[in-house]
């Protein structure tokens, strides 16, 4: 079965960094454009990154543009997010998720458990 697994979270004071890891199996992840999205407390999912492949072409959302990095391996079946210069606000949870285009629209079929990442003085 598809699996995704997020690790790499913890706590940060503000201006730190992180590398986020998302460890895929159960699907051919190379074939795959995916995308980390993340989720504060109290409020909805945001879309933050996405790579696809084989292309390797990257978006990010404004909030995080210039200061997140994503990245991934196929050979390792490894997707990365390195968050530099955190803020407060970037304080989430964060999921790795495969990204899909169908019908018009992207879709975030698969989700991973989620790796926590608090930005806190």
């Known amino acids: 079965e598809v699996q995704l697994v997020e690790s790499g979270g913890g706590l940060v004071r503000p201006g730190g960094s992180l590398r986020l890891s998302c460890t895929a199996s159960?699907?051919?992840?190379?074939?795959?454009?995916m995308s980390w999205i993340r989720q504060a407390s109290g409020k909805g999912p945001e879309w933050i990154s996405s790579?696809?492949?084989?292309?390797?072409?990257?978006y990010y959302a404004d909030s995080v543009k210039g200061r997140f990095t994503i990245s991934r391996d196929n050979a390792k079946n490894t997707m990365y997010l390195q968050l530099n210069s955190l803020k407060p606000e970037d304080t989430a949870v964060y999921y790795c998720?495969?990204?899909?285009?169908?019908?018009?629209?992207?879709?975030?079929?698969?989700w991973g458990q989620g790796t926590p990442v608090t930005v806190s003085s």
């Open positions: 790579i696809h492949t084989p292309g390797f072409n990257t």
């Open positions: 998720a495969t990204r899909d285009w169908t019908g018009g629209s992207y879709y975030h079929t698969y």
């Open positions: 159960g699907f051919a992840f190379g074939s795959n454009g």
